[in-house]
């Protein structure tokens, strides 16, 4: 059992910065990779960024390559996912995911713990 507590959203202005963090407890030595999608309204669920816990491989979705960074401390248990550059596109509702295992890249359908998400919102 894997719990992941996300953290970090709020409202902030186009080209401007957020750091997102997700904590996580419980059984995360099983855990391999962990990532983050996104959700705005009336649009699916959206991968936006993995990384592997152990090698520290990370993995972004086109649209943030170039603005987003993905990053783990292994002795705080968390992930971090900051954000430059931001745009009005980027608002959503991100989420924390945790996969056991998980090919290189991870596919969705591999994540097997998620958490409740974090609201992010870019606007003027």
């Known amino acids: 059992q894997v719990q992941l507590v996300e953290s970090g959203g709020g409202l902030v202005q186009p080209g401007g910065s957020l750091r997102l963090s997700c904590a996580a407890s419980g059984r995360t030595f099983s855990s391999v990779v962990m990532g983050w999608f996104r959700q705005a309204p009336g649009k699916e669920r959206e991968f936006v960024a993995a990384?592997?816990?152990?090698?520290?491989?990370?993995y972004y979705a086109d649209s943030v390559k170039g603005r987003f960074t993905i990053s783990r401390d292994n002795a705080k248990n968390t992930v971090n996912l900051q954000m430059n550059s931001l745009k009005p596109e980027d608002t959503a509702v991100y989420y924390c995911?945790?996969?056991?295992?998980?090919?290189?890249?991870?596919?969705?359908?591999?994540?097997?713990?998620w958490g409740q998400g974090t609201q992010v919102t870019v606007s003027s």
């Open positions: 990384i592997r816990w152990y090698t520290s491989n990370t």
């Open positions: 995911a945790a996969a056991r295992r998980a090919t290189s890249p991870p596919l969705v359908g591999q994540y097997d713990y």
